[in-house]
């Protein structure tokens, strides 16, 4: 996996760990969000309901309304849901190998990678990782910055496949 990016000074480099996994979390919310609105569009569609005799006079109300907007919906976004899923996948093969028994879990340690999977793509909040490792919020903070400096260092290729280069 290379992953390039733009520099602050406008150079291309190697992104790093924390980018790509802000990015990732960026991904995963476009994704939550998109599915979520297809879910509830398709909760107000109501067309197995609707007849002809319920339906206004005056050609207003089509029942099929409803579908083709969520369709319109589906189509303008399906390129971005596609991107998210990507980025999404790309993060978890980062963090637990494409057999999902390697990655930073293997190469470095499954408390790292878990921690980085809860932070970044399931969105918990540093007190709430605190609460649910039983540590201070310091050593959730030293476990996440361990983490990325570890994949900055080792690669991101290396640590997806759950070798360890440093040593």
């Known amino acids: 996996m290379r992953i390039l990016s733009v520099t602050s000074s406008g150079e291309r480099g190697r992104m790093r760990a924390e980018e790509f996994f802000e990015q990732a979390r960026d991904a995963a919310r476009d994704m ?3 599915t979520r609105t297809i879910e509830d569009m398709k909760s107000r569609e109501e067309v ?7 339906m206004p006079r005056g050609g207003f109300g089509n029942p099929m309304n409803k579908v083709d907007s ?5 189509r303008l976004n399906a390129a971005t849901l596609e991107e ?3 980025t999404v996948i790309n993060a978890r093969n980062l963090l637990f190998g494409m057999d999902g028994r390697s990655g930073l879990a293997r190469a470095f340690g499954n408390q790292y990678a ?12 540093i007190s709430g990782l605190s609460k649910l490792y039983n540590c201070a919020t310091n050593t959730v903070y030293r476990r996440i910055r361990t983490a990325l400096d570890f994949i900055d260092s080792n690669g991101f290729e290396a640590t997806m496949s759950g070798r360890n280069d440093i040593n």
Not at 48 to 54: E, I, P, T, V
């Open 48 to 54: 197995g309901g609707a007849s002809m005799d319920s």
């Open 70 to 74: 969520r369709m319109d919906f589906e």
């Open 32 to 34: 939550e969000r998109i």
């Open 114 to 125: 878990e921690v980085l999977w809860l932070r970044y793509l399931d969105k918990r909040t």
């Open 84 to 86: 998210a899923e990507r």
